[in-house]
């Protein structure tokens, strides 16, 4: 079932997703994912970090930092927090839970909806080019 916006209060629910559809292209450092927390009722983005194609996940050090930085953009903690149920974040349930935040997998399918806008202004961003 498709997450609503209009189901959460501010700051009830967050969302992690993947920004990029296609890798972003270095010509340094490799190629990366754009994993990124939306603020579910509003749509806001409060953090995004770049994980490396070849990591399994998300790791713990950069799961802590964006969920910090999260905290600190919105003033404070949600009651819950969606992730794609085909998203390897093991390491991100973990802290979020131990920050005591309840976490929900959920179909990445049932995410596109709230999402799409925002891997839209991604990809105008990146436009499939190479980042020097």
Known sequence: MPI?????????????????????????????????????????IFGMELVQVSMPGLPEFLSRKLLADAEGQSGSRPQ????????????????????????ERVPVKDLSGITQEAREGFAAHVSGGRVQ
Do not use: C, R
């Open 4 to 44: 609503e916006p209009s189901d959460f209060a501010h700051n009830e629910a967050w969302l992690l997703f993947q920004l990029n559809e296609a890798p972003v292209m270095t010509e340094a450092d490799g190629d990366f994912n754009a994993m990124a927390i939306m603020e579910v009722a509003t749509g806001m």
């Open 80 to 103: 819950k927090l969606f992730i794609a149920s085909e998203y390897d974040a093991d390491d991100l349930v973990k802290v979020a839970k131990a920050m005591g935040i309840e976490v």
